[in-house]
């Protein structure tokens, strides 16, 4: 059965960074593309960031780009988001996401605060 974790959540100070990561099993990982979402408090879940099945095509939404970074290792199934130049807007549950498979993970808490 399709297995998507997440780890590396957590508090961080406003212009810091974080990387957090994404494993998964149970689907042959180098055929989907991937994405990333985040749901604020309060707020509806949004997409931050997607990823080919190669890691050749990356796409950001405004609020993110230039900052965010998703990649990709398909020997180990797992993709990563870096997250540079932290804001308190960043603050949410951050979701690994397989599209093709409408499969979600569990999410990690990302918290930007001084």
């Known amino acids: 059965q399709v297995q998507l974790v997440e780890s590396g959540g957590g508090l961080v100070q406003p212009g810091g960074s974080l990387r957090i990561s994404c494993a998964a099993s149970?689907?042959?990982?180098?055929?989907?593309?991937m994405m990333w979402y985040r749901q604020p408090p309060g707020k509806e879940r949004e997409m931050v960031a997607q990823?080919?099945?190669?890691?050749?095509?990356?796409i950001y939404p405004l609020s993110v780009k230039g900052r965010f970074t998703i990649s990709r290792d398909n020997t180990i199934h797992t993709i990563y988001l870096q997250m540079n130049s932290l804001k308190p807007e960043d603050t949410a549950v951050y979701y690994c996401?397989?599209?093709?498979?409408?499969?979600w993970g569990r999410g990690t808490q990302v918290t930007v605060s001084s």
């Open positions: 990823i080919t099945t190669t890691g050749a095509t990356t």
């Open positions: 996401r397989v599209p093709m498979l409408n499969a």
């Open positions: 149970g689907f042959d990982f180098r055929r989907y593309a």
